[in-house]
């Protein structure tokens, strides 16, 4: 297949999909979002990908300029939650992990999205636990694995680097303990331990989701930093500390960041990737020993 079937087949799959559920009445918000995001996506070789998984769609946005290695960015819940309810559109007005992965220079780059963003075909009522409640469940779990194993087969990777931010933080450490081709691990005001959460915020337990901190034994190995913000109201800077004390890990690190759970991250990526997770990827001054930095 020629490089540029390559680009428009998944593209039109994505935007054909978009527009048969506004088409069925949907409002047009997630649309008018995912345009934006392939606009500010596309000069940096991005283009937009419709994974089917299991009995979902998870958009995506791909760039693949070959090598063996995939580096995955994992949105976080977005609007999972309004006013204490699940909402009806999960859509993130202000992507957090695509801003960080527009930033990275790896030649294959993945943003994906959760169950039922930028999809309003999946954004019905029947899939509200999926970003409530279950949000982490196997279900949603297996869904973005699927997905992962697609992204690979499109660039020809072997190996992964996943990068979550929020939400998609204990995603991604699902993730990594649940597959073998995980190479790297980083966290970015990551949910890392629900049950903690839920137990010190007094917020309501994630019942049907899994806990990322339950399964550590498969990545106690595996190369890790967890950015967390010091002024983060929303994941608090000791759930990563929490999260570290419960595994023998060989090479893990937390790293603070001035930031509040939504602020600074953008603007101190591109510094944060330079000094800790390109060398991290490359196996040269990564942390060891489970130190803060």
Request: net charge positive.
């Amino acid at each position: 297949m020629n490089a540029r079937a390559f680009r428009l087949k998944p593209a039109l799959a994505v935007i054909t999909a978009l527009l048969a559920t506004l088409a069925a009445g949907c409002a047009a918000s997630s649309l008018d979002l995912w345009q934006g995001a392939v606009v500010k996506s596309g000069p940096r070789g991005f283009v937009p990908v419709d994974f089917p998984a299991g009995n979902y769609h998870l958009a995506g946005l791909l760039k693949s300029e070959g090598g063996h290695e995939l580096v995955a960015y994992i949105e976080g819940d977005g609007r999972a939650i309004v006013n204490g309810r699940p909402s009806s559109d999960p859509t993130p007005r202000t992507p957090q992990a695509l801003d960080l992965a527009l930033q990275d220079p790896a030649p294959n780059v993945l943003y994906l999205a959760r169950i039922g963003q930028y999809m309003p075909a999946y954004a019905t009522e029947a899939n509200r636990p999926l970003w409530s409640d279950r949000r982490l469940s196997p279900e949603a779990v297996a869904a973005a694995s699927e997905a992962l194993d697609q992204a690979k087969k499109r660039t020809g990777a072997l190996f992964l680097h996943l990068v979550g931010y929020s939400g998609g933080g204990g995603l991604a450490v699902l993730l990594a303990e649940r597959r073998g081709d995980v190479v790297s691990l980083v966290t970015v005001a990551g949910l890392l331990d629900t049950e903690w959460w839920v137990a010190t915020r007094g917020y309501r337990p994630l019942i049907g989701s899994l806990n990322p901190a339950d399964s550590l034994t498969g990545i106690l190995n595996v190369p890790q930093l967890h950015f967390y913000g010091t002024d983060d109201k929303v994941i608090p800077p000791e759930m990563s500390r929490v999260f570290a004390s419960k595994g023998a890990f060989t090479r893990l690190a937390r790293l603070p960041v001035q930031s509040d759970h939504y602020k600074a991250w953008t603007a101190a990526w591109r510094e944060l990737l330079e000094k800790y997770v390109l060398p991290l990827r490359q196996g040269a001054g990564a942390p060891a020993g489970g130190a803060d930095l």
